[in-house]
Nanobody, 125 residues
Framework: QVQLVESGGGLVQTGGSLRLSCAAS????????MGWYRQAPGMQRVLVAT???????NYADSVKGRFTISRDNAKNTVYLEMNSLKPEDTAVYYC???????????????????WGQGTQVTVSS
C-alpha cells in the first residue's frame, strides 16, 4: 500500500503565499506523474498542476505565473508553491501520484493512482 500525506494548507490574505507538500510512502518502486488538484465547495475537482518524473510541468490557465509545482524524487515528495493568492483559489487541495509498486504475489510491477486526504486553503479578501 501507498500513502500520500499533505501539509501546508491554511488561511492567508489576498496576495499572500502558501507552500503545500505531499509525501508518498509505502510500497514504492517508482513514481510517474505527480500533481495537485483542487475542489471548491459545490464544484468538481479540477487539475491545478502536474509534473512528470522528468520534471515536465503543466498548469491550469488560472494559476499560470502564480503557482509553481516541483518534486524531490529522492524524498517521493511533490510541492506546490502558491503566490499572489486570490479568494477564488480557496478550495481543498488534493495531491495525486501515479505510483509503481511490485505485486506482493508475483513481484510484477503495476501502476496505480493514489490520492492524499486533502488540505484546506482559504484566501480571505
Amino acid at each position: 500500500q501507498v500513502q500520500l500525506v499533505e501539509s501546508g494548507g491554511g488561511l492567508v490574505q489576498t496576495g499572500g503565499s502558501l507552500r503545500l507538500s505531499c509525501a508518498a510512502s509505502g510500497s514504492i518502486f517508482g513514481i510517474n506523474a505527480m500533481g495537485w488538484y483542487r475542489q471548491a465547495p459545490g464544484m468538481q475537482r479540477v487539475l491545478v498542476a502536474t509534473i512528470t518524473s522528468g520534471g515536465g510541468t503543466n498548469y491550469a490557465d488560472s494559476v499560470k505565473g502564480r503557482f509553481t509545482i516541483s518534486r524531490d524524487n529522492a524524498k517521493n515528495t511533490v510541492y506546490l508553491e502558491m503566490n499572489s493568492l486570490k479568494p477564488e483559489d480557496t478550495a481543498v487541495y488534493y495531491c495525486n501520484a501515479n505510483v509503481m509498486s511490485p505485486s506482493s504475489f508475483t513481484g510484477t510491477l503495476y501502476a496505480r493512482d493514489y490520492w492524499g486526504q486533502g488540505t484546506q486553503v482559504t484566501v480571505s479578501s
